[in-house]
């Protein structure tokens, strides 16, 4: 994997690891929040009826973010277990209340490349989504820039399904840088470079089964066996 650019782990978050913060109210745009507002608000009693929720996205670059983390918020503890495993599958699993989420992304960036993939975790309840990754993600970012826009969403769950809905975005541009390079291979050996192209042609195969395996889900991996497939899956 490339070098890690130490300005880059430290962009955008403050002292606590916090990227960005974003409050959601039925009727009203999507409005930035801080740690301390958050918390505030998340002390208060949940009302029965309402759907309001906060999305906190946390660098994890910056070790105050999981500190914070664990001593100001009630997430479940695969969710911190999630945040030291190597690259494995794209998986989802509840606990207790809380849905965890461990999905795989595209640094911001950077070309395309098997060795440019990073992990985002992410803990949701109806009330609260906590996002964290290393570096910046392309899937996270585009949710954001939806956000920012004023993208009505209007629950947690469903800003989970917008996630998935930018990570399959992300894959589609892949695919289409992967099948410009395979026309440019194409044209070397139409052009009888033979060596350049067998080259090319083999890291392309290494770089796509290499994203295959890390990026497109298995088949079960967004249906838990407590909720049926007529949830979170389908809503992909």
Not at 19 to 34: A, C, L, M, T
Not at 225 to 236: D, F, I
Request: aromatic content about 6%; hydrophobic content about 45%; overall charge neutral.
């Amino acid at each position: 994997m490339a070098p890690v650019n130490p300005a880059e782990l430290a962009y955008g978050s403050d002292k606590t690891g916090l990227v960005w913060g974003y409050s959601f109210k039925p009727g009203q745009p999507p409005r930035q929040i801080e740690c301390d507002a958050a918390l505030q608000w998340l002390a208060t009693p949940a009302r029965a009826d309402s759907s309001e929720f906060v999305w906190l996205h946390l660098s994890l670059s910056n070790a105050a973010a999981e500190r914070w983390m664990r001593q100001s918020l009630q997430l479940a503890d695969a969710f911190y277990e999630s945040l030291h495993e190597g690259v494995g599958s794209t998986r989802l699993e509840v606990e207790g209340d809380a849905l965890v989420a461990v999905m795989h992304d595209v640094l911001f960036n950077l070309s395309f490349d098997a060795a440019n993939i990073s992990t985002v975790s992410l803990c949701m309840d109806p009330r609260l989504v906590v996002t964290a990754r290393l570096r910046p993600l392309r899937s996270v970012d585009r949710l954001r820039a939806s956000v920012k826009a004023g993208q009505s969403i209007r629950s947690s769950a469903e800003l989970l399904a917008h996630l998935l809905h930018d990570q399959a975005d992300v894959l589609v541009d892949i695919i289409r840088q992967s099948t410009a390079r395979v026309d440019a291979v194409e044209d070397n050996l139409l052009a009888n470079r033979i060596g350049v192209s067998r080259n090319e042609l083999s890291t392309l195969r290494r770089s796509l089964v290499r994203l295959q395996r890390l990026l497109a889900p298995e088949p079960a991996a967004f249906v838990s066996p407590a909720q049926p497939a007529t949830g979170l899956a389908e809503r992909r």
